[in-house]
């Protein structure tokens, strides 16, 4: 039996390897490789041992041999480890996160992302819901077109789907609800809401329910929708107010129900690197 030693020196590795990206059906990403290529420039083993004089007669064969192997294992490697540490990382990215209490947002991916020598583009849903039941939109995202510039590093879209979405959801949930009461008034100021301020508009009230506090619910009887186009954004929100008695003991009792209807509209430019804009208001 004989022993020995040998050193093994490795020049200039060059590996090139492309990435396939993709999506799962739950829109979550997907990686793989979808082609690799080595290159080692050199590779010298040099032995030691009383045999080391005859391993060395063979060193060039040896090393051509080394240099095959070590290339192909490269490849092996690198696509072994992206099926085995970074695929099962992406399977734990996250797609969806809470907003708050009432309404939660799905980003996940709606196609594989595409990948150019300039850019990297990135589809992302964009979808509100709600925490409580989520159930199917209904209506469809439009299309989003991003500009066909990159002189920038990074370029961020939003549709109006975003908007209205979230609109959708917390009508869903009931959020769309807001209580005016007279304690949200400020002392110093001298309307107060109760009958008595309101008989002036209709006497009745001052009859039937002499000096009573009330209260104003504001309601969405359906969810808002935001329209985004090339001359700015409107929403026409239509707001239902319900006033209410409120007896001693705490209970309602209706008065009237006003429906309103209005018009918003803006527009925004950036002048001298600055976000300039301007609201219109109408009924």
Known sequence: ????????????????????????????????????????????V?????????????????????KKSLEKKLCD??????????????????????????????????????ATAKFLNVGLKGECFSLAQR??????PPALAVPPVHNRMVYFGVSSYFFN???FAYH???????????????????????TSTFAAFLPQLDEMYPNMPMKFRLSAPSAPFLNIGTNGVSLQPVVDIQAYAIY????????????????????????????VGSLAVGR
């Open 165 to 167: 979405t979230a609109s």
């Open 77 to 114: 490697t690198l696509r072994s480890s992206a099926r085995r540490y970074l695929q099962p990382y992406l399977q734990t990215v996250p797609v969806t996160a809470n907003i708050d209490a009432v309404a939660g947002i799905d980003y996940s991916l709606t196609a594989a992302p595409v």
């Open 135 to 140: 159930t199917p939109v209904p209506f469809t």
């Open 248 to 275: 001693p003991n705490g209970n309602l009792a209706p008065l009237f129900l006003l429906g309103l209807t209005g018009n918003v509209s803006a527009t925004t430019d950036v002048q001298s690197g600055r976000m």
């Open 172 to 194: 869903t949930a009931g959020a769309l609800i807001f209580d005016i009461t007279d304690a949200m008034i400020p002392e110093d100021i001298e309307f107060r809401l109760n």
């Open 1 to 44: 039996r004989h022993h020995g030693s040998f050193n093994l020196n490795v020049e200039h590795i060059y590996i090139k390897t492309i990435l396939k990206l993709g999506r799962d059906d739950s829109g979550k990403p997907t990686v793989d490789i979808s082609a690799c290529s080595t290159s080692i420039s050199n590779v010298r």
């Open 46 to 66: 040099h032995f030691s041992g009383k045999l080391s004089w005859l391993y060395n007669l063979f060193r060039r064969t040896i090393e051509s041999k080394f």
